[in-house]
């Protein structure tokens, strides 16, 4: 998810397609996703300051639309998170590791229709958690929220083809690349081509069934 549905500008909620809304338990507030080393939760305003240090340099925030560029952007975003998720059309999860409540980054999962049954994920990390299991464990349970929680069916994500890490990380999570979109998302003066990537609920439950240990 490279281009953030999340835009500076945007300080209204927007509304389900649909005008039949169906509550349901994530809508009210976001469930704790618990692994060995990972605990996802919804994002809190305190939050704001440790996103701007994590996300906003450059190793991070290269291959993504810009991230918020003051604390106080975040604050907002963050607000704007919790209006979304009210609405059913949005989640966005904290990454903390090691019982330290400090968020690390985030994941995200938009409906692309109005129930939900296809969405897009994404996800930012800071840099010095790389390549120390934790994107792959909070992937895990963020993928069992889309499927089993939610209900989406088709769960899709995007990554610029130059994104090495992005796509690498995807392929080991079982996505399966669908195609190439030319010249489809522009950052810093430039027009890059992205991979389509996408997962389906029924690939994620063969994975699960064919899987030596614990998902998480």
């Known amino acids: 998810m490279e281009k953030m549905p999340y835009q500076p500008e945007l300080e209204v909620i927007v509304e389900p397609a649909s005008t039949e809304v169906i509550s349901s338990d994530w809508q009210q507030g976001l469930p704790v996703l618990s692994g060995l080393r990972v605990m996802l939760r919804e994002l809190r305003k305190s939050d704001a300051s440790a996103l701007f240090a994590m996300l906003t340099t450059e190793e991070v925030s290269r291959f993504i639309s810009p991230p918020p560029s003051t604390i106080e952007g975040f604050e907002r975003f963050i607000d704007w998170t919790v209006r979304q998720r009210r609405a059913g059309t949005y989640a966005c999860f904290a990454v903390t590791v090691g019982g330290d409540d400090t968020a690390i980054g985030i994941f995200q999962v938009r409906q692309l229709d109005s129930d939900f049954s296809t969405a897009e994920w994404g996800f930012a990390l800071g ?28 769960l899709e994500a995007r990554a610029a083809v130059r994104n ?13 690349q ?3 979109l030319r010249r489809s998302f522009y950052r810093r003066g430039e027009y890059h081509d992205q991979a389509l990537w996408a997962i389906l609920d029924q690939d994620w439950r063969d994975r699960n069934l064919t899987w030596d240990g614990p998902v998480h």
Do not use: Y
């Open 127 to 154: 840099s010095e958690f790389w390549g120390t299991g934790v994107f792959k464990e909070s992937a895990e349970l963020v993928l069992e929220f889309a499927f089993d929680t939610i209900g989406v069916h088709r």
């Open 164 to 176: 090495g890490r992005g796509n690498g990380a995807l392929r080991k999570l079982g996505a399966v």
């Open 178 to 180: 669908e195609g190439l």
